[in-house]
Each structure stands twice: as structure tokens, then as C-alpha cells.
């Protein structure tokens, strides 16, 4: 039984990365930050399943991960865990760097230090690109230009992990993802803000939304697809670093008029910068309102991701298309008032 370690398990991709694993056959080891509450209820489901396992660690802590990964001696890793909120890591910076940058070389070091044959996985992301001119879809080949300390905290783990693979001739892979959500999205992430204030707003039980830069363009994907992508890579012969995305972009207003549209509500906008409102068109009352406060300091207009690579190599696509994706979300939110185990 070939058996994997996973940090970030109780995130949105760390759950449906255990899923998919263990529906492989999988052991699957884990660890969970402690906490004085409950964070685990995307993994609650998986707690009896005979193979699934968990333990409390951290990033920060490298001689916990040396423990674990000699002690599990895993085939695959796959490093999820972060501080992953861009707005946040502006007030964070310290933090964001020292589990997302420095947690990554603590967990090549105990891989390297353990001399564990394994295949490891780092989550990187589109922020990478952050500055890059709105031309052209990002691939590979694209230069960097984080524009946030989560951006600049991912660099250094990209880059990390290509000088493990080339110094010490670790198994070691990038997965460059572009937004990909899901029912599970964090709350505090604007697309799941969005999707819930939609439900919410329909039932009668949230008078409007509040929102920032409307007209930022995003490459957005379905995580549970995404997981797929993660697993694909560890399974080549070569290491090799990938952009997964969708090739497509819509705007964070797009996103809006989709989402309050699922919820039987037409969005129609009047205004303009932060005194544009959007509201209902059929009875004129304002749903959606602009507040600056949640502007970026350095706003990403353009992510865009080119997935050609990954789809020659590997035959990895994406299936669910926006709209798709931003139904499954709304249904969801109609439904629970909170994230799970569903979708």
C-alpha cells in the first residue's frame, strides 16, 4: 500500500487530495495544527476510514516533521500547508513567510536529512505572476512578479523546491495553480464570500454584499479537478514543474452577475469606481456596494492561466467550466451553512 503525506489536510485541496488518494487505495498521514476549536470539518468524514491517519504539527516545527516523515516514511508528500490569504499576508508578513517560504525548506530538509525516497509535491500558485503585464495567458516559461508577501513567501518555495531537485536530486515538482474554489472555500476568500452572500441574500437572511476590485480577472477552476493534476504529476517518471488552469478569464463582476443569477437574482450596475452599487434589477435595491478598505496595497488585475504543457504531457484539463462551478457553489450555499464534506 503505498502511502502519502499531506500537510493542509483540513484546507479546501488538502481534503479533496485525501479523498482522491484514498479512493486510489492510499494510506494517507496527516498533519492538524492544534487548536482550541474544531477546524477539521472538510476531514470529519474521513476521521473512521481505516486508513487515514493524523497527527498535530507544523510547519514551524522541523524537528516534528523530521519525526514524522522518518517514522511514516511516505512515497509521496504533498506540501499544501500555508498561510494561503493574499489580503491577509499584507498583515501578516512574518508569519506568511515563515510557514509558507521557511516551512517548505523545513519539509526538503527533513526529507533530505531522513533520506526518505519520496516524491514531493509543493503547492505554488498564480500569484507568482502577480505583476506580469494582462497580454497573454502565464505558462512556464513566464517571468515571476509576486505582488504580495503570500506571493513573494511562494517564490522562495518555488524556487526551493527546483534547488532540491537539481542539488540533491530530490523527486520534487511545482504545481503552479490559478484560482480554483469549490463548496469548501475558505469564507473569507471573495469567491465563496460571493456564493454565500448570494444564498444568504435570496433567502432573506443578508441585506447585501459588500465587495472591492470588481473588474480584477481571474483564472478559475474546480479544486476537486485540480487534486487530479497534484496526484498526475507525482506519477511521472520526471519531475516536472506545471501550470494547471482553465485558459479561461472572468472578472470578479462576472463572477457576481453568475452567482446572484443562480440565486434568481439579476444584477444590474450603476456608478462608477468605489460609489458604484449593484442592484436588483427587477425592484432597484442595492445588493452589492464597494468599500476601498478591501482593495489590495498592490491590486493583480490579470491571471490567466496556459495549461497546454500539463495537457500534452500529462492529459490533465479542466472539465467544469465557470458557470458549471459557480452553480455547484450557489446549490451548496442554498443548502448548508457551512462547509463539509459535499461537493
Known sequence: MKK????????????????????KGYEVHSILRRSSVFTSARIDHLMRHPHFFTYHGDLTDSSNLHTLLAKIQPHEVYNLGAQSHVAVSFEVPEYTAEVDAVGTIRLLNAIKDAKIRTRFYQASTSELYGGIPATAPQSEKTPFHPKSPYGAAKLYAYWATVNYREAYGLY???GILFNHESPRRGETF????????????????????????????????YAKEYVEAMWLMLQQETPT??????????????????????????????????????VNKRTGEILVKIDPKYYRPAEVDFLCGDPSLISKNLGWSARTNLRQLVKIMVQYDLHHDSYGAEG
Not at 7 to 14: E, I, L, N, R, Y
Not at 202 to 221: C, I, V, Y
Request: charged share 25%.
Open 4 to 23: 502519502a503525506f499531506i500537510t493542509g489536510v483540513t484546507g479546501q485541496d488538502g481534503s479533496y487530495l485525501a479523498e482522491l488518494l484514498l479512493s
Open 172 to 174: 520534487a515538482c511545482n
Open 190 to 221: 471573495v469567491t465563496k464570500k460571493i456564493t454565500k452572500a448570494a444564498a444568504r441574500i435570496k433567502q432573506g437572511r443578508q441585506p447585501d454584499l459588500t465587495l472591492g476590485n470588481l473588474n480584477a480577472q481571474r483564472d478559475w477552476g
Open 241 to 278: 514543474d506545471y501550470v494547471v488552469a482553465t485558459g479561461k478569464v472572468f472578472s470578479v463582476r462576472q463572477f457576481v452577475e453568475m452567482a446572484f443569477e443562480e440565486a434568481g437574482l439579476q444584477i444590474e450596475w450603476r456608478g462608477s469606481g468605489a460609489d458604484e452599487i449593484g
